[in-house]
């Protein structure tokens, strides 16, 4: 703090020399001048004095014969003068202050933490709906009703704090950590299994439910495979009763399955020309200034590099400068040549190869075709497979003496 105090009111290194300048020292001590940092050398001394008092040594310097030379200057007095003298420089520094000043009236930055099932767009959407956004003032900013909003808007928020940090708005949320439990309808028992496909039965183990197909039994598309109706039967073997259970069943089912693709025979390709036109803009939150242009070319692509100024980052206002670069191209016509168009489409085989191993399906034997046909070329195969089956579908009731749909 007193070195603080030293720099305010500024001071000076000055050389003391000549017939006494121990007795020049005492005069000094006598009437309450400070000196500091003294160093000798020789015959000559060096010591710090602060303005005002150096001001007041005439007198001292005549009585003693010594010589006060000064070789440095320190402080504010000294510095302000050079300072007024770059005007420019003060100019730029007094806009800076002031900007800085109106730059802490308002929210430039909005920062959510907590939050895992609700994601940041719909929280984004749901201040927006709260004219809640960066660049508002700081002063228009209701927090204690934000936070009754947060909970009134999101049941499963628990716990919400909004609060300010500077210019930024910062919200912290805790979520229901309970499983949330979901009333489901109650699903009556009895459920049938049926084909999806057509084909021959490979195999069947069944868990629940009575089988109406054997491993070699060829059915339809739709064809009930296990039955949930399981019937009790009397004495005399007549039916006395229907159980109904939820028909479980390993099936596997041999079938055709059929794949067909196209490629257009020609197709467009972007060349570039490597003409460009690169343009500069300014964005503040949401709004953009860049100088009004014409467009740059007939056909084109536009590349935006954006950077934040690290003042403004610090500062956590959101300044942006970019730069978007139209490059010019052209549409040029091509041909697939064959081995283009296989490789092509069999992308697209090997895509939906790899759909049916995800679903389980074994594939037995394959026939795979390309050709090209009118203005397209055409792949076609045909795959015999073996894929578990078995739909689940609801049971129709029967009560013994009359037949009931539910």
Same mark, same amino acid.
């Not at 794949?259 to 964005?283: C, H, M, Q, V, W």
């Not at 394959?366 to 739909?391: A, H, M, N």
């Given at each position: ?50 303005? *005002? ?6 007198? %001292?310097?005549?009585?003693? #014969? $010594?010589?006060?030379? =000064?070789?440095? +200057?320190? @402080? ?27 730059s ?11 939050n ?23 002063k ?45 309808? *109650? ?6 299994? %049926?084909?999806?496909?057509? #084909? $021959?039965?490979v195999? =069947?183990?069944? +868990?629940? @439910? ?5 491993a ?51 197709y ?51 300044v ?71 739909d ?15």
């Amino acid at each position: 703090m007193i070195e603080f105090l030293k720099y305010i009111r500024g001071y000076l290194r000055i050389r003391v020399s000549g017939f006494s300048p121990e007795r020049f020292m005492n005069l000094c001590s006598n009437k309450g001048i400070l000196l500091w940092q003294i160093v000798r050398e020789g015959d000559v001394y060096y010591m710090n004095i602060n303005l *005002k008092s150096f001001r007041a040594l005439r007198p %001292i310097v005549r009585k003693t #014969g $010594t010589k006060v030379a =000064i070789l440095e +200057r320190y @402080g504010l007095p000294f510095f302000l003068p050079k300072l007024l003298k770059r005007k420019v420089f003060v100019a730029g520094l007094l806009l800076a202050v002031l900007f800085w000043m109106w730059s802490s009236l308002f929210i430039w930055n909005i920062e959510l933490s907590g939050n895992y099932r609700i994601t940041d767009d719909m929280f984004q959407s749901f201040l927006k709906e709260n004219n809640v956004t960066a660049g508002m003032k700081r002063k228009e900013l209701d927090i204690e009703n934000l936070e009754k909003e947060i909970r009134r808007r999101f049941p499963e928020i628990t716990w919400a704090s909004a609060r300010l940090s500077g210019t930024s708005l910062l919200i912290d949320i805790k979520e229901n950590d309970a499983p949330i439990i979901t009333e489901q309808e *109650k699903k009556e028992a009895g459920s049938d299994l %049926i084909s999806s496909h057509g #084909g $021959t039965v490979v195999s =069947i183990i069944v +868990r629940s @439910g009575v089988p109406l197909v054997a491993a070699g039994d060829t059915v339809e598309a739709g064809d009930t495979l296990v039955e949930g109706r399981v019937p009790v039967y009397n004495d005399d073997a007549t039916v006395r009763e229907y159980i109904y259970v939820d028909a479980d069943a390993d099936i596997i089912l041999e079938h055709t399955r059929d794949f067909n693709a196209s490629l257009p025979l020609d197709y467009i390709k972007k060349e570039y020309t490597g003409r460009e036109k690169t343009r500069f803009y300014l964005r503040l939150g949401e709004h953009q200034w860049k100088i009004p242009e014409e467009r740059p070319f007939l056909v084109y692509d536009s590349v935006i590099r954006e950077s934040r100024p690290l003042l403004f980052e610090k500062l956590s206002i959101p300044v942006y400068k970019g730069s978007c670069t139209y490059r010019e191209y052209v549409n040029v016509e091509y041909k697939y040549s064959r081995e283009e168009a296989e490789a092509q489409l069999n992308e697209k085989l090997i895509a939906f190869l790899a759909s049916l191993e995800e679903k389980g399906v074994q594939i037995i034997e394959k026939d795979v075709k390309i050709e090209l046909g009118g203005k397209s070329w055409v792949i076609t195969g045909q795959f015999l497979v073996r894929e578990p089956v078995g739909d689940s579908v609801a049971t129709q009731k029967i009560i013994i003496g009359e037949t009931e749909n539910q």
